[in-house]
């Protein structure tokens, strides 16, 4: 098991994970969080939530400067030592998904909202978020969030639809997330594994932690895997064969999410 003394990494989703399901509030995890910031251990989020939303939680969590994965993987971002900001490149960015889905709407007639058909305050009627946080919600740059409202047929022939575009759907906690090819999570994290300095005491051990099945590809990537007791009705499915390196938490949310670390991190 990994000490904090080792080269840890911690990738952590935040809805349902790190902050709890209906308040948002991470009050539970904070014992943890302190922990990690005393051992300088980074912690990675890596979320459905946009860069707008990311940073300003960093700034509350006392981690301002990690890097971090955004919109299921479709963004990653890191402040480098000359202040330019390390990115994830190519693809279409959110413009271009918009445009893309009003074509494929106006030709096939899907019914769907996206969260461009709506305003804030409807974000956060569907989220419970405040007005604000709703808004730092909708500045997306490279994915767009959608309430799926027509047949189940219909479904199939609109990913067959995006296919053709280059783009696919990810499933989230409370949204389908429309983006580029390959840019799920553990996509999003694999690069910047490659791209991110590595530790001054060698390779990154990695946790991640996630109770979403947009969470399972991140979770197949890293070294120990923590599947946080969820709400989704589908359940997370990982594919790796390391099943001693799967924890799966009684508890929710930021309760759960400090039971995966007491298991594997040893103090």
Same mark, same amino acid.
């Given at each position: 098991m990994p000490a904090l003394h080792d080269?840890?990494?911690? !990738? @952590?989703?935040?809805?349902?994970?790190? +902050?709890?399901?209906h308040t948002y509030s991470w009050q539970p995890a904070q014992a943890w969080l302190d922990r990690l910031q005393s051992a300088a251990v980074p912690l990675v989020i890596c979320s459905s939530k946009t860069a707008a939303e990311i940073v300003p939680l960093q700034?509350? +969590?006392?981690?301002?400067? $990690?890097?971090?994965i955004?919109?299921?993987?479709?963004?990653?971002?890191?402040?480098?030592?000359? =202040?330019?900001?390390? =990115?994830?490149?190519? &693809?279409?960015?959110?413009? $271009? !998904?918009?445009?893309? +889905? =009003?074509?494929?709407?106006?030709?096939?007639?899907?019914?769907?909202? &996206?969260?461009?058909? #709506?305003s804030e305050k409807e974000v956060a009627d569907w989220t419970?978020? @405040?007005?604000?946080d709703a808004a730092l919600a909708k500045t997306r740059e490279g994915s767009e969030s959608l309430i799926w409202r027509d047949t189940t047929e219909q479904?199939?022939?609109?990913?067959?639809?995006?296919?053709?575009?280059? +783009?696919?759907? #990810?499933?989230?906690?409370?949204?389908?997330? #429309?983006?580029?090819?390959?840019? &799920?999570?553990?996509?999003?994290?694999?690069w910047l594994l490659t791209h991110y300095p590595a530790s001054g005491k060698g390779r990154w051990i990695t946790i991640g932690l996630g109770d979403g099945p947009n969470d399972a590809p991140m979770l197949d990537k890293v070294d120990y895997a923590v599947v946080i007791k969820g709400y989704s009705k589908?359940?997370?499915?990982?594919?790796?064969?390391?099943?001693?390196? !799967?924890?799966?938490?009684?508890?929710?949310?930021?309760?759960?999410?400090?039971?995966?670390? @007491?298991?594997? !991190?040893?103090?």
């Open positions: 080269p840890l990494m911690i !990738i @952590t989703d935040l809805d349902g994970s790190l +902050l709890d399901h700034r509350s +969590l006392g981690i301002t400067g $990690a890097p971090f955004a919109e299921n993987g479709a963004v990653v971002k890191w402040q480098q030592q000359n =202040s330019a900001t390390a =990115s994830l490149p190519g &693809g279409k960015n959110y413009a $271009a !998904i918009c445009a893309t +889905l =009003s074509q494929l709407r106006e030709q096939h007639g899907f019914k769907f909202t &996206g969260f461009a058909d #709506v419970g978020l @405040t007005p604000h479904f199939t022939f609109f990913q067959q639809a995006l296919a053709k575009h280059e +783009l696919e759907l #990810v499933q989230g906690g409370r949204f389908w997330h #429309v983006m580029n090819q390959g840019r &799920g999570k553990g996509a999003a994290l694999s589908n359940a997370v499915e990982l594919k790796r064969q390391d099943k001693e390196h !799967i924890f799966y938490s009684a508890g929710f949310g930021p309760q759960g999410w400090s039971e995966g670390l @007491t298991h594997y !991190i040893t103090q």
